[in-house]
């Protein structure tokens, strides 16, 4: 039994790992015409997001303003760009807080979504920095998501 522990040990961390591979979820979102169906998703860390009917749409986290280019996403994270009329899913995501996204060519049109992972840790900032239009919109529909 001079082996007993060390390989209980080992089988039961490759037992959680495997376990929570296995719960991990796929989210999927669908593209119509011009907006993204559902809008927001509540996911848990580790899930995965993926996006289906993409045919003239893409998924981007990088919003270009007079500003300049900023990912709205949680820091720590990284931004995502789907390419044009494919259909695309997530690495898993594992870093909290609220990722927004859009679709560059129908943005104009209020194109966005976003995908809250775990608690809306960087909320707050998106608020806190005044969006205007189509941003601001979006951030209002993420903040009722998080009131419910």
Known sequence: MKYGKPLIAAALGAASLFSATV???NHVVS??????????????????VSWDTMSGH????KFVTKDGATD?????????MSQMG???QTQPLTVEGV?????DPHWGAGMGGAIIVGEATNLQS???????????????KVQQATAE
Do not use: H, W
């Open 23 to 25: 719960m991990a979820e």
């Open 31 to 48: 593209a119509s015409l011009t907006s993204f169906d559902p809008m927001v998703i509540k996911i848990q860390p580790g899930d995965t």
């Open 58 to 61: 893409l998924v981007n986290t």
């Open 72 to 80: 709205y996403i949680p820091e720590g994270a990284e931004g995502f």
């Open 86 to 88: 494919e259909n695309y």
């Open 99 to 103: 990722y927004l996204y859009k679709c």
């Open 126 to 140: 998106y608020v806190d920095a005044k969006p205007k239009g189509a941003l601001k919109r979006l951030v209002k």
